[in-house]
């Protein structure tokens, strides 16, 4: 019916979860002329604004995380300095050891990038949980309206240039679905092999190899993009901290008036990017 939990816990007849029996005063019990309208509006508004970016934003952090060091193993056969595996090396002062510590900061990089995107992800579907539950107004004067699309332009361009699109659609080609496509076919999802190596069996290197040369040369563009990934999270998660604010009066005016520029600049910079 469109109401909380709380006033059915005391309706007629005990408590239901499949049916309200409020009383008609209440202008929500069950044949009420507002109840259809109700549970209309909110099925429009699960269906249409909260539902298709919650869906969007999901990820299976153990399969991603998979598919990542199969990525990385493959960097590691060609030398690329991403490496899977911890360097040798301790306290050498040669040539070798400074190759295992650039290795080792390439591997934090790119691990460091993935866990930002798995974050990003995590906090923008709980920003569309908080899109379903407030009014239309709440989320209009909410900074959430202008942060949620920048930070989903910015951790999609970094999760593309760490290869993360590549790597799931070619494990859905090899016939290794995810849990959501699977669920959505009502058939249960092919398991990955659990070794790296054995995964990247299953992969067209011809299309893996160029990613990972990309990566190992762009990594301080990588970490410079993670970065802005991680910021804004924390921007959305600090502001839910102070209750989210509201947007003031002048910068309200200041998205109407010239709401237009700020987005065509987001928008160079993501092309840039």
């Excluded at 301080?220 to 209750?243: F, H, N, P, Y």
């Excluded at 065509?264 to 910079?269: I, K, V």
Aim: a positive charge; glycine letters at 8%.
């Amino acid at each position: 019916c469109g109401q909380d939990w709380a006033p059915h816990r005391s309706q007629p007849g005990g408590f239901d979860y499949y049916q309200c029996r409020l009383p008609t005063s209440e202008g929500m019990a069950e044949g009420s002329p507002k109840a259809p309208a109700s549970r209309d509006g909110k099925l429009w508004k699960l269906q249409r604004e909260a539902m298709p970016g919650w869906t969007a934003s999901e990820r299976q952090p153990e399969r991603l995380k998979l598919l990542f060091r199969a990525l990385l193993s493959l960097a590691e056969e060609f030398n690329l300095g991403i490496s899977i595996e911890e360097p040798r090396g301790d306290g050498d002062s040669s040539f070798l050891s400074a190759i295992s510590q650039e290795t080792r900061g390439g591997r934090q990089s790119a691990w460091e990038a993935l866990l930002a995107c798995i974050k990003a992800r995590r906090c923008l579907q709980n920003c569309y949980v908080l899109k379903y539950h407030w009014a239309p107004e709440q989320w209009r004067r909410s900074r959430l309206r202008n942060w949620v699309p920048e930070l989903e332009g910015i951790v999609g361009a970094l999760e593309s240039a760490l290869g993360v699109t590549l790597l799931e659609t070619q494990a859905v080609r090899a016939g290794f679905t995810s849990a959501e496509a699977a669920g959505a076919t009502g058939t249960s999802p092919k398991p990955l092999p659990k070794k790296p190596r054995d995964v990247l069996r299953l992969f067209d290197l011809r299309q893996l190899l160029p990613q990972v040369i990309a990566i190992s040369e762009t990594l301080s563009t990588l970490r410079q993009l993670s970065r802005a990934v991680v910021l804004q999270t924390e921007r959305i998660l600090d502001a839910g901290k102070s209750g989210f604010p509201e947007v003031g009066v002048v910068e309200e005016i200041w998205n109407k008036t010239l709401g237009d520029l700020p987005r065509r600049a987001r928008s160079e910079r993501c092309a840039v990017m």
